[in-house]
């Protein structure tokens, strides 16, 4: 899903500097627990968290892109060279718009 926006132009986003893999995989271990307590569809999320864990201290570069059909936000995760995409895992965005219309966080 993630590759085919790409492929039609979707708008991507890479950040400058690299911080370790392991920074990542405790920040985003936490994101996809809430994610499955709160019921929020991801994809590929567990996946990604465990490829974060194995890189260890390879430096990453923290990339996003945003689909707007079906509704979804990617986080990718990048060799510092950008040659290799260690991880990409996917959020759905439903949840949020519904709170943002309800007020609801």
């Known amino acids: 899903m993630c590759r085919n926006a790409l492929d039609r132009g979707a708008d991507f986003t890479i ?3 690299a911080l370790p893999a ?15 307590q709160r ?3 991801t994809l590929s999320f567990r996946q ?8 260890t201290d390879q430096p990453v570069r923290l990339g996003w ?6 509704d979804h ?5 990048f060799t510092d060279d950008l040659s290799a995409v260690v991880a990409c895992i996917g959020i759905g965005q439903r949840f ?5 219309t309800t007020g609801q966080d």
Not at 22 to 36: G, K, L, V
Not at 73 to 77: M, N, S, V
């Open 73 to 77: 936000h990617f986080q990718l995760f």
């Open 15 to 17: 950040t400058d500097g």
């Open 22 to 36: 392991s920074h990542y995989a405790r920040i985003y271990d936490r994101r996809e627990r809430h994610c499955r």
């Open 48 to 55: 990604g968290v465990e490829r974060l864990h194995d890189a």
């Open 65 to 70: 892109v945003k689909v707007t059909d079906p």
């Open 39 to 41: 019921g929020i569809a």
């Open 96 to 100: 949020r718009h519904s709170n943002e």
